[in-house]
């Protein structure tokens, strides 16, 4: 009797995964407890010691101090240690493929969800889909599908018109873009920008679709323009001028959000110096030997003898000036780093988004305004709100556990013991 039933609920079993795609059924997820943890929630309210968490089919089934664990779950005893939302980067890069050992990259340093903010290829929904079904090999992708640019011969080019512009936000629409993003940068005068008729009508049949608007800037005048044409989210701080009190005032006004990158803006030069995290084992995880070898020579001297290296530290000091002058004024600034994309560029999946906790530490940012902005800020900019972002009953089960607190040190963030994706331990 016994092994018929086994037999039964295997045959049950097996047909359920291949039915969802290979993900467990939610009837069979297993509940785990996480007990006596102190819980940061990500909303910006005080740590809350003696939290017990309950996740079962991927979501927080319950939280609280009077909450019990359920009979037959899992419970793991995290006295001492501390529960936080899953990182979440707003200005990331998935690419080039393949996409799975980045995305797991991603998770091993606790980052639970990214955008890919270049080029993805169709699949990338089919792809986006198992995830949602609970086939989590890595954090979890947002993407623009398209990025349009001005930058000749490369893919974003193509579109010469306002016309074709608005076709081509049709075409990444119907393929179910999370994002339309505009890149308005010359590239220090190597390249045209995009014209203000162009991106109007990118913004235009964007916001006709409902669809959330980015732009990549470097300018305090192209900045300007996109918030006039409607842009949602500026992925990137103004870099070349300090940020007048007026312009503050415009973001305020129409909700703009600001995305500061500064670990971006100090991998530019900080490889050729003695700052270069190559020693640091942290570093080190998240690029293979090869990498690190051409770092340390053909990287480091690349950006010792760099004539621009004057202009890329003025960018960075701006974009650190211009973050706290954000944060002080109460603008919504998210936590992005422009991490991935082509291996050259050294911008580390993992390790940038650590580096730039401290970059906003040392821009005069708390320890819980920067927890905020991975969490709460980048969930409502990015429209993911209503699952993501904070802990709390009912949302997705993607969190952290730490050993060490947060909150008296950002670098704490790294004391990272254990990542739960959709309510599972991932390794």
């Known amino acids: 009797m016994h092994l018929r039933f086994l037999l039964r609920l295997l045959a049950a079993l097996s047909a359920a995964v291949l039915l969802t795609g290979g993900a467990i059924p939610q009837t069979l997820a297993q509940t785990i407890a996480l007990t006596k943890a102190t819980l940061i929630d990500g909303s910006g309210a005080a740590a809350q010691p003696n939290i017990t968490i309950v996740m079962d089919n991927g979501r927080i089934r319950d939280l609280g101090a009077g909450v019990t664990a359920p009979a037959g779950a899992t419970v793991v005893d995290l006295a001492g240690k501390f529960v936080l939302p899953g990182i979440i980067n707003g200005h990331g890069h998935v690419g080039p493929a393949p996409r799975d050992p980045q995305l797991r990259q991603y998770a091993l340093y606790g980052v639970t969800t990214t955008t890919s903010m270049y080029f993805d290829q169709d699949d990338v929904q089919a792809f986006k889909q198992a995830q949602k079904a609970g086939d989590l090999r890595g954090a979890r992708i947002l993407t623009v599908m398209y990025r349009f640019m001005s930058e000749p011969f490369r893919p974003g080019s193509e579109m010469k018109t306002p016309e074709e512009a608005r076709g081509k936000v049709d075409e990444i629409v119907a393929k179910d873009t999370d994002f339309v993003k505009v890149w308005i940068d010359a590239q220090g005068g190597r390249f045209p920008k995009l014209t203000p008729e162009f991106t109007a009508a990118v913004m235009d049949q964007a916001k006709k679709h409902n669809k959330i608007r980015m732009a990549h800037i470097v300018e305090l005048e192209d900045a300007r323009r996109m918030v006039d044409q409607g842009v949602n989210i500026l992925v990137h701080n103004v870099r070349d001028k300090d940020i007048p009190d007026d312009f503050i005032a415009t973001l305020k006004e129409r909700n703009v959000s600001v995305i500061s990158t500064l670990a971006r803006e100090e991998a530019l030069f900080v490889y050729g110096g003695p700052d270069a995290p190559t020693d640091n084992p942290f570093f080190q995880k998240g690029l293979n030997s090869e990498r690190l070898a051409?770092?340390?020579?053909?990287?480091?001297?690349?950006?010792?003898?760099?004539?621009?290296?004057?202009?890329?530290?003025?960018?960075?000091?701006?974009?650190?000036?211009?973050?706290?002058?954000?944060?002080?004024?109460?603008?919504?600034?998210?936590?992005?780093?422009?991490?991935?994309?082509?291996?050259?560029?050294?911008?580390?999946?993992?390790?940038?988004e650590h580096r730039q906790m401290e970059l906003m530490r040392d821009a005069g940012l708390t320890p819980m305004q920067i927890?905020?902005?991975?969490?709460?800020?980048?969930?409502?900019?990015?429209?993911?709100?209503?699952?993501?972002?904070?802990?709390?009953?009912?949302k997705a089960a993607d969190l952290l556990v730490l050993t060490r607190n947060p909150l008296d040190d950002i670098t704490n963030m790294k004391s990272i013991e254990t990542v739960y994706l959709g309510g599972k331990k991932f390794e």
């Open 371 to 394: 927890i905020q902005a991975f969490s709460k800020n980048n969930s409502e900019m990015l429209g993911i709100d209503k699952d993501f972002g904070t802990l709390a009953k009912g």
């Open 294 to 352: 051409l770092l340390r020579t053909k990287m480091r001297d690349e950006q010792a003898n760099d004539a621009n290296k004057p202009r890329w530290v003025r960018m960075f000091e701006t974009d650190k000036k211009n973050l706290k002058k954000l944060a002080d004024s109460g603008i919504r600034f998210g936590f992005g780093t422009d991490s991935g994309g082509a291996l050259d560029r050294y911008f580390i999946q993992g390790w940038f």
